[in-house]
């Protein structure tokens, strides 16, 4: 059976496609645990009129995403555990490839790719370059989303989510997990991930408190992942461009961290468009 876990806050208006998407799921031996993270609309009441004896309510205090995880791991029953969010959706065989993907080649965590669609319906697969197959040793992690993953109940039982992390926590997660466990990824998109206004994946300030974060942990990973360091950098540049965009006071501190990660010279250069407002001149 595979526990499937679904952390939610204030998306009674979202939440059923995703949790259908399950529910219609090609792979019947499962067990849905929402975790409702201290919502104040009736998100209650719409997982409770859905009429099926696997999905089970939990709720709990506001205390944000990863710890709504990590609960749901707890209440968990299965031997494989898997994670979805409240506002995307698998595609109806997700759950049935991966598990044959995780069982033919003995793999602890299989993840795939995900269709990310952007607000103006453009469409992009996400990571960029992946390969089907096992992902050890490691190179990049970023760009693997949180409801691809599926994996063995004893990788969780060691490796939880950091619940200080406001983005990237799957990254992070992952880089800790696969120091002893195998990833095997298919080079499919199986999950449609929407960029909603309300998406943390836009919100510049939270990117940049996880890159620091994830840096004060594994400072490690700049020297010795090269690939991973240089996707830090492209994300703080993207932070950086939508606080010069706000009229942030922060934009230097955020290419500062950009160049750390990256030292190159192309890369201090965009630090220098980016300061001066040269980079949103020449991108409109």
């Known amino acids: 059976m595979v526990s499937v876990i679904i952390p939610s806050y ?8 995703a949790v259908e998407s399950v529910l219609n799921q090609t792979y019947t031996d499962l067990e849905l645990i929402v975790v409702d993270d201290g919502s104040n609309d009736n998100t209650k009441e719409v997982i409770e009129s859905i009429n099926d004896p696997r999905v089970k ?3 709990q205090k506001n205390a944000g995403a990863c710890a709504a995880r990590n609960n749901g791991i707890n209440y968990a029953k299965g031997e494989y555990i898997a994670f979805h969010d409240s506002d995307d959706i698998w595609h109806k065989n997700k759950l049935e490839k991966q598990m044959n993907a995780l069982l033919n080649n003995d793999a602890d965590i299989v993840c795939c790719r995900l269709n990310k669609t952007y607000s103006d319906g453009k469409v992009k697969l ?3 370059k992946i390969k089907s197959g096992f ?3 490691v190179t990049s992690l970023f760009g693997i989303g949180t409801q691809t993953i599926v994996a063995k109940r004893k990788v969780f039982e060691e490796v939880k989510f950091d619940e200080a992390f406001p983005c990237f926590q799957e990254c992070e997660l992952l880089f800790r997990a696969t120091k ?5 990824c298919l080079d499919e ?8 206004s309300d998406s943390i994946s836009v919100n510049y300030k939270k ?3 996880a890159c620091v974060l994830f840096l004060k942990k594994h400072p490690e990973i700049i020297e010795k992942y090269p690939l991973m360091a240089k996707r830090m950098s492209d994300n703080l540049f993207s932070a950086a461009v939508s606080a010069k965009k706000e009229g ?5 501190k955020y290419t500062k961290l950009a160049v750390k990660c990256n030292k190159k010279p192309k890369t201090v250069l965009k630090s220098l468009v980016i300061k001066t407002g040269l980079y949103n001149m020449m991108h409109k």
Not at 189 to 196: A, T
């Open 135 to 137: 992902m050890n040793p």
């Open 180 to 184: 002893k466990f195998s990833l095997y």
């Open 189 to 196: 998109g199986l999950v449609d991930y929407f960029v909603g």
């Open 57 to 59: 309510y939990v709720w």
């Open 10 to 17: 204030n998306r009674a208006d979202k939440i059923k496609p």
């Open 248 to 252: 942030s006071k922060d934009v230097d």
């Open 207 to 209: 990117k940049y408190s």
């Open 126 to 128: 996400m990571p960029e």
